[in-house]
């Protein structure tokens, strides 16, 4: 169903600083790229929040019935251990200190980058390319830049001239920074005595003798720049202008402002209709980050193996965590706000699993055509995916008053409200049903049966059995409390 047609979609645009009308290159079809890991480390829950987003946003637009083409890269060569063109490849780095090739470090994360997305539900994107894949394109446009008079050469290493392009172009226009800004976040140190102004950044870099990950070019065996493999995979795959591109609010500068350059340089025209920043996710106040060691993994909070939470959460509820705050606000992950997005979505699904037993009237009391318009209404704003669940819950109070039958529901009705229920919160969402499945819930059963044996043995005297069944969970990490209200439990 082109459902396009009749939602307008509004998206807040990063260059323009604005929401604007969603009109894609192509009638009916978008194209889309969104910056993907570099595979040197596992994946945190900071950087499944930023793909999650774009997943989300992936979703909704098949759901509107666009044919979108998805290409998120891998980054597996070229990103140096800091952004000012500096310091070791962060895979190479990887390798050396755990005496393997770069590509078993590349395979390994990769594969838990994989085994992650698919345990939480993602869909995959149409396209996966990686960097290395592509060193032979990149050495193409490198040379396109050269002969465009925007790059030069210095002992095998090649620099995007940036004072140079902003005599004609404003290098900035996304990130806001002016060149000046530019140069307090470049560092003088050694590596950079090559570049003519310390704005510039590296499009090649002569790998020096240590430097395992290199390749032959015209100027020197060494490797890609980091921001080159993104102006080259999305115009090879999406053209020299695309739709969306998007990535985590921390790309913007320098990694978004230098592929803008760069593609631009090539071919004339700005490279991306619709810039597209996700907001960061938060532990402690601060930013989840693998570098600081304040991050958590996304398998961890899947079995409870970590330090932060107080139990093991399955994958519907980290969902709706996430998308319960807007993609461009931040996001404060702990414990409690995990537990508080449990009870929501336990609620959302077990009234969707009620619907299955709700019995048609005549007439309807609840306005479900107005209440799924304000659905599409919500997410055709910029994504707003809180205010999509704040509508979801008002259809979750309604189906509770059905079952209670304190309202009613017709025939034609009824198949609305199911439909667009699902639609928005498995297909668009992307949340799962796993409340029954998951396994703390099963664990629940499981303790709450002991609990019940326990008090038999107890009214029958059987005290040793009472004290073994207490004991035997308390090795185990589970304590039980006897109170007034009967026995609970607590997971130590
Ligand atoms: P990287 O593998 O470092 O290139 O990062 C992959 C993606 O994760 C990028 O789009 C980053 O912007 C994003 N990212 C990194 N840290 C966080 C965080 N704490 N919250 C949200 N996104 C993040
Ligand atoms: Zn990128």
Redesign the pocket.
């Known amino acids: 169903m082109e459902l396009y047609k009749e939602n307008k979609l509004k998206i807040y645009n990063s260059l323009s600083k604005s929401k604007e009308l969603f009109k894609p290159l192509v009638e009916g079809r978008v194209g889309m790229y969104v910056?993907g890991?570099?595979v040197y480390s596992n994946v945190h829950l900071?950087?499944i929040?930023?793909f999650m987003s774009f997943d989300m946003v992936y979703r909704y637009l098949l759901h509107l019935g666009y044919k979108v083409r998805y290409v998120r890269n891998i980054?597996d060569a070229g990103h140096l251990e800091n952004d000012a063109d500096e310091g070791e490849d962060r895979i190479a780095k990887k390798a050396r200190l755990e005496q393997i090739e770069p590509m078993e470090v590349v395979q390994r994360y990769v594969v838990d980058f994989h085994n992650v997305t698919n345990k939480y539900n993602f869909l995959p994107p149409s396209i996966e390319p990686t960097a290395t894949g592509h060193i032979v394109e990149q050495i193409e446009m490198i040379k396109e830049i050269v002969k465009k008079g925007l790059a030069y050469e210095v002992n095998g290493s090649v620099y995007f001239d940036v004072l140079k392009y902003n005599e004609t172009n404003r290098y900035g226009i996304l990130s806001g920074r002016t060149i000046e800004d530019a140069i307090h976040n470049t560092r003088a140190l050694d590596g950079q005595s090559d570049k003519k102004n310390p704005q510039d950044f590296a499009l090649w870099k002569k790998a020096d003798e240590r430097h395992i990950m290199r390749w032959p070019s015209p100027w020197s065996d060494g490797f890609p720049g980091w921001h080159l493999e993104c102006s080259v995979m999305s115009s090879k795959y999406l053209g020299e202008q695309f739709d969306i591109h998007g990535?985590?609010m921390?790309?913007k500068f320098p990694h978004h402002e230098c592929e803008i350059a760069q593609s631009k340089t090539c071919s004339g025209v700005s490279p991306v209709n619709y810039w597209m920043h996700?907001n960061?996710?938060l532990l402690n106040g601060q930013?989840?980050?693998k570098s600081t060691g304040n991050f958590v993994l996304p398998n961890d909070i899947l079995t409870g193996n970590n330090d932060v939470l107080p139990k093991d959460f399955g994958v519907g509820v980290v969902r709706f965590f996430i998308m319960q705050a807007h993609y461009r606000s931040i996001l404060d992950f702990s414990g409690e706000a995990l537990l508080a997005s449990e009870k929501g979505y336990k609620k959302l699904i077990e009234a969707i699993n009620l619907l299955d037993d709700v019995e048609a009237s005549s007439e309807s009391t609840f306005n479900v055509k107005e209440w799924r318009q304000k659905c599409y209404d919500a997410m055709n704003d910029d994504f707003n995916t809180p205010i999509l669940i704040s509508h979801l819950f008002e259809a979750v109070k309604f189906i509770n008053q059905l079952k209670d039958d304190k309202a009613t529901i017709s025939k034609d009705d009824l198949v609305l409200l199911k439909s667009t229920i699902n639609a928005f919160v498995f297909d668009v969402l992307g949340l799962v049903n796993d409340v029954e499945e998951h396994s703390s819930d099963k664990l629940d059963g499981v303790v709450e049966l002991l609990i019940k044996l326990r008090k038999q043995a107890r009214e029958n005297k059987d005290w040793a059995l009472s004290d073994q069944i207490r004991d035997e969970l308390l090795e185990k990490g589970i304590q039980l409390k006897d109170g007034r209200e009967g026995t609970t439990y607590s997971i130590n």
Request: charged share 15%.
């Open positions: 910056c890991p570099t900071g950087n929040r930023t980054t990535g985590g921390d790309l996700a960061m996710l930013k989840m980050a």
